[in-house]
């Protein structure tokens, strides 16, 4: 990669990528620039030589992961934000449909879910990480951190290949994690990621994460497509369940390339479909936590643990929308705890 690409360009490239007849990187691979900065990534399940090398995340793990999304996703709804709906422009129906072996249409909802540990320390989360009670919360919790079968392998691939990026994150991710003080797991994820997303049957177009220090994506579910185009590379990977991209996606333009739901056959343990996970930090969380005074960027008087030893969980929105209850509290009247 010689220079960035435009959105133009990089438009043109993927629709190049698109045709059946351009190749398909399967192997695992890095992709790095001439003096040797680590650009992008890849880990599969290929044949070399003969002989099987799984690099991606196996079946059994992925069978878990997909069982607790989809525990998640029934919990509640989510809240798309203006962000999410131009990542996803197509996505405007609530619902997929695909059929089952006899050929009967079924439906399947479409929904997204944020989790990140600055919003919620900082005591305004974003709404589609903490709407709800506060039981809700702590399921939702459960299942978004009950994956350090996959971080684990993630955070040396990150040592190893993005040194600079890796120390600034887990640095900052010591600062901010909460969860380990809170949410009752065996063990716990980490670090260095400070935020996941979760994508549920969602198609993603062409963008870059502005925001993001770096990101690390896998996917896991039935669908035909799906491939991962990366256009400033112009690399068009497999892309397959389990396989990982880590990228330095505020800089390299990526897009996953149409995907449908495959057929849902008798034997199959969830519904066809796509469920992705995104693993990141933004930029400015790590400025913030960076700082010698990192302490007082935290909003000393909503923290979460307040609002946990308060049951006050289900009130804790942003500071636009602080219920009646956070107002009279602002003015040093006394709170009902919540049930």
């Not at 996703?73 to 609530?94: C, L, M, V």
């Not at 900082?122 to 009950?146: I, P």
């Not at 990982?244 to 034997?267: D, G, I, N, R």
Request: glycine share 4%.
């Amino acid at each position: 990669m010689e220079k960035p690409m435009s959105i133009g360009d990089s438009h043109a490239k993927c629709l190049k990528m698109l045709k059946d007849d351009y190749p398909v990187q399967e192997q695992s691979c890095l992709v790095q620039t001439s003096d040797k900065v680590t650009l992008f990534v890849y880990t599969s399940w290929h044949l070399e030589k003969g002989k099987a090398v799984e690099d991606s995340i196996s079946q059994t793990v992925l069978n878990r992961f997909e069982a607790n999304m989809r525990h998640m996703f029934d919990t509640g709804k989510t809240i798309p934000t203006a962000a999410e709906r131009e990542r996803h422009p197509n996505d405007s129906a609530k619902f997929m449909e695909y059929r089952d072996h006899l050929g009967k249409v079924h439906l399947a909802m479409k929904s997204i879910q944020h989790w990140f540990e600055m919003w919620q320390e900082e005591g305004w989360a974003h709404r589609s990480s903490l709407r709800g009670d506060y039981e809700e919360f702590f399921e939702k919790a459960k299942c978004m951190l009950a994956d350090d079968e996959i971080t684990y392998p993630m955070r040396g691939l990150l040592k190893a290949l993005f040194p600079e990026q890796y120390q600034r994150m887990d640095k900052s991710f010591k600062r901010i994690t909460w969860a380990a003080r809170h949410v009752p797991l065996p063990r716990m994820p980490p670090g260095p990621f400070a935020g996941r997303v979760t994508l549920n049957n969602l198609q993603t177009v062409l963008h870059k994460d502005s925001l993001d220090e770096l990101c690390v994506v896998f996917n896991t579910g039935k669908y035909i497509g799906g491939e991962f185009l990366s256009p400033d590379t112009g690399i068009k990977f497999k892309y397959a369940p389990g396989h990982t991209a880590a990228f330095l996606s505020q800089y390299l333009w990526h897009a996953v390339a149409p995907w449908k739901p495959a057929t849902m056959e008798p034997e199959d343990l969830f519904p066809p479909g796509r469920i992705s996970r995104v693993y990141t930090t933004h930029r400015r969380t790590i400025k913030k936590m960076l700082l010698d005074n990192y302490k007082t960027k935290l909003d000393k008087r909503y923290t979460l643990d307040k609002n946990i030893k308060d049951r006050r969980i289900k009130i804790n929105y942003p500071r636009r929308h602080w219920s009646k209850e956070i107002a009279e509290a602002k003015k040093g009247k006394k709170v009902k705890k919540s049930a």
